[in-house]
C-alpha cells in the first residue's frame, strides 16, 4: 500500500485519522493478544531481528544484508529468513535466484539469495528450523519484529531518522505496528537511519530510544552514478529516501514516480515510463529491490542503482550481537615482531 500524507508527523489531527482510531484500537488489541498467547520457540541457532515499529521503509533489508556480510566475513555461516512478503511460495523455501521470481518469493528474498543462503516461511518457526537443519550458524530475520513465534537472541529495532514514528497512531489511522514504548522494551539496540552520511538523530527521537545503545547508518551506491538526467521512479515502503539519495549523489533527476510498497510493475507500465523519460530527455532509475520485480523484458531500458548499508560503529555492533548470542569475533592476526 502508499502510506497516505496524514501518516506523517503533524498528521493525527487529520479527519481520517481521527475517523479511524477505533479500527487502530482494535488492532492493537489483536497484537496485544497475540503477544500474551504466544509462546516463543527456540530451534538452536542464535536469532537476530531487524525489525521496526512502523509500516513502510526503515531500512531493514539493506540493514540485514550489511550484516549478512559482516556475520560471513566473521565464519558464522548466516542465513536470511523473511516471510516473502508478495510472494506467492508459503516455504519453507530455499530461495533460489536463477530459478525464482519476485512473483515466487517476493523481491526482498531474491536480494537476501545475493547475499547468504536465504529462506521464505510464512511459519517463522519452521523456517527457522529449515534454516538450522541446513547448517546457518546464525540466522538473520528481515521484518517479523512483531513476530512472538520464535525466541530471538537479540531484536534491532530500525528507526528512519526523518519519518520518526509518523503522527505517533496505530495502523490504520497511523504508521505504527504497535506503540513505540511497546518496541523499545524488546529492543536490544537501535539502528537510526537516514540518507547519505550518517543520520542526525532528533532529540524526540534519542530521548525514546532512551539508554538503549545507539548506532546510525546510510546508505551509499556501490558505483559511480551512470549519466543522466534521469526520470526517478520506485516501489518501496519510502520512495522519497530513493529521490533524496538521488538528489544528495548531485542527479539531474527531471521527474519523480512514486509507487506502493513491492508494487508489481506491468509491461504497458513500464512503456509509458520509457515514453515519459523519452520526452524529458532522460533515462529512467530505480532501485535494486524494483529492478528484481520488473519483468525480465521490460529491464534493458532501465537503470539500476544498486545501494549498501554502512553503520556508524559496525565493530561495536557485532561486539553487540556476539556478547548476546556467545557468537565468538576472531582475533586479529598478530604482527610478526621485527
Not at 487529520?14 to 497475540?34: M, V
Not at 512514486?258 to 507500465?269: I, L, M, N
Amino acid at each position: 500500500m502508499k502510506p497516505p500524507a496524514f501518516w506523517r508527523a503533524g498528521g493525527e489531527a487529520h479527519i481520517a485519522a481521527q475517523l479511524l482510531k477505533p479500527a487502530a484500537a482494535l488492532y492493537a488489541a489483536a497484537h496485544a493478544r497475540n503477544l500474551r498467547r504466544a509462546r516463543a520457540e527456540a530451534v538452536g541457532v542464535p536469532i537476530i531481528c531487524i525489525g521496526n515499529a512502523t509500516l513502510g521503509g526503515t531500512g531493514k533489508t539493506p540493514a540485514t544484508l550489511a550484516l549478512a556480510a559482516a556475520f560471513s566475513g566473521l565464519g558464522w555461516r548466516p542465513h536470511i529468513l523473511s516471510r516473502g512478503h508478495g510472494g506467492a511460495l508459503k516455504g519453507p523455501l530455499a530461495v533460489d535466484g536463477a530459478q525464482h521470481r519476485a512473483a515466487d518469493v517476493g523481491d526482498e528474498a531474491l536480494l537476501h539469495a545475493n547475499a547468504a543462503p536465504a529462506w521464505v516461511s510464512r511459519d517463522r518457526v519452521a523456517g527457522a528450523r529449515a534454516a538450522a537443519e541446513a547448517g546457518a550458524g546464525v540466522i538473520l530475520m528481515d521484518d517479523g519484529y512483531q513476530n512472538p513465534s520464535l525466541t530471538k537472541d537479540v531484536s534491532i529495532l530500525v528507526i528512519d531518522a526523518e519519518a520518526g514514528f509518523g503522527n505517533g497512531l496505530g495502523f490504520p489511522a497511523g504508521p505504527l505496528r504497535e506503540p513505540p514504548q511497546a518496541a523499545l522494551s524488546r529492543a536490544d539496540a537501535v539502528l537510526f537511519t537516514g540518507p547519505l552520511g550518517a543520520a542526525s538523530i532528533p532529540p524526540h527521537l534519542m530521548r525514546a530510544a532512551g539508554p538503549l545503545p545507539k548506532f546510525r547508518a546510510w546508505l551509499e551506491p556501490e558505483g559511480p552514478m551512470p549519466p543522466g538526467p534521469y526520470l526517478a521512479f520506485a516501489g518501496i515502503g519510502r520512495p522519497e529516501r530513493f529521490f533524496t539519495l538521488l538528489r544528495q549523489l548531485g542527479a539531474d533527476v527531471k521527474a519523480e514516480q512514486a509507487f506502493a510498497d513491492h508494487h508489481a510493475y506491468r509491461g504497458g507500465e513500464l512503456r509509458g515510463l520509457v515514453r515519459q523519460a523519452e520526452a524529458l530527455g532522460a533515462r529512467l532509475i530505480t532501485t535494486e529491490k524494483d529492478f528484481v520485480r520488473l519483468p525480465p523484458d521490460e529491464r534493458q531500458a532501465i537503470t539500476m542503482l544498486p545501494v549498501s548499508m554502512r553503520f556508524d560503529d559496525e565493530n561495536r555492533l557485532v561486539d553487540l550481537i556476539a556478547k548476546k548470542t556467545g557468537l565468538a569475533v576472531p582475533s586479529p592476526p598478530k604482527r610478526a615482531a621485527p
